[in-house]
């Protein structure tokens, strides 16, 4: 038998079609702003740094659970920041939420016959995770669309990439009461809860409003990449259901799914520190408001956008694609909304994760 590759069940690598136009932006005179990917350009506080070498001398195997003190960092920070209470049990380091977002379907046994229903308009991860497993993803976002196919896995984005939508606690607890019946674990990806700009802050789906205090069949997964600059380090953990987390830690103790030791520590020093993130939310929120009244200035809307690291904006003049080659030859690379999803083809996701020289140019070019 010839040996199919994984690669046939994966769709093709979409940033690959952004190259002619980074190419088009990169000749701007000024240099490219690069608002497309998202990544974290400020530095990594020193107390994190400095935690991460004062652990550098860590000759042994790590503990795939984390080390106490990193759990007791995890469950405090769940608790003082978002008002939800889990037991150690229930907590568990991942290397990058990406990895668990992309694992997690094959980590819970699902297989072939499986459904993965994620957002119409997702990060393309959710998907790639149930093709990994061999399962079927669906995208949807009412869960009447969703007929009788037997769901295993139910993915929530809020605050969302790309859009920035945010589920209120009423939306969110219909997800969790639908799941609860037919047996659905739900997933709930919360890597920018921390990043609220306007309306009702962003809630985690284990907070006691939405579970009525039981984490059964609920995981919420989430990430130091962007709250604390970590993207490199790749930190980020899952919390919930107790026999959940600890089935993933049983199977992920086998794979070897580990997070280094001096990562934990400067995970630990992250989670335990609030001014660092503060601060660095309100970097955020001054390139956010920069962007966005320049961006409406030149006509753009902007759709959604309430919370998270980017602005989901159109043009009337301009598809996805047009509006990318648009600002393109202005120098400023931003992703076409249809990497998200077909309900995206008339928008573009645009970061505000460049430092503020950057985002300066691009006001400057948005305004000329
Ligand atoms: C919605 C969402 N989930 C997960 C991730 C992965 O983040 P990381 O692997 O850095 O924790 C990202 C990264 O941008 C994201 O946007």
Redesign the pocket.
Known sequence: MTRRPVTDRLPTFPWDRLTPYKKIAADHPDGIVDLSV?TPVDPVPPGLRAALADAADSPGYPLTWGTPALRASITGWLERRHGVSVPEEGVLPTV????L?AWLPTLLGLGPGDTVVHPELA?P?YDIGARLAGATPVAADGLTALGPAPVRLLWV?SPS?PTGRVLGVPHLRKVVAWARERGVIVAS?E??LDLGWEGEAPVSILHPDVSDGSHEGLLA?H????RSNL?GY?A?FVAGDPALVQELLAVRKHAGMIVPAPVQAAMGAALDDDAHALEQKECYRARRDRLRAALTGAGWRIDHSQAGLYLWASHPDHDAWGAVEHLAERGILVAPGEFYGPAGGASVRVAFTATDERVGAAVARLSA
């Open positions: 998202g990058g939420s990406k990895e977002v990060y991860t984005n990439n990806d890597c920018y997964v990430s130091l990449s962007k993207a790749r980020a």
